[in-house]
């Protein structure tokens, strides 16, 4: 079970998700800028979601399911090449 965080941990949080979408009001991005500036759980929590957001936006469709794949297949590979 998680810690249990503040309204305005939840609402920071919150509005770093809208923030990576561009749906934030000037104030709403101050509130945000704010928070995290004293919060130092909610500004690892907005710098995590904001790489994870990026890398899921950067990656290919389908790469992950084409190298899970390729490890799948590495074990037969080996075997028939020392055969």
Not at 46 to 66: F, I, K, M, W, Y
Request: a positive charge.
């Amino acid at each position: 079970m998680g810690a249990v965080l503040s309204v305005e941990c939840e609402r920071a949080r919150a509005r770093a998700s809208l923030g990576l979408d561009g749906e934030l009001s000037e104030v709403e991005r101050a509130h945000l800028r704010a928070h995290v500036g004293r919060c130092a759980d909610c500004a690892a929590y907005a710098h995590d979601l904001e790489r994870l957001t990026q890398e899921l936006r950067s990656a290919r469709p389908g790469a992950s399911a084409e190298a899970h794949r390729h490890a799948a297949a590495e074990p037969a590979r080996r075997r028939s090449a020392s055969a």
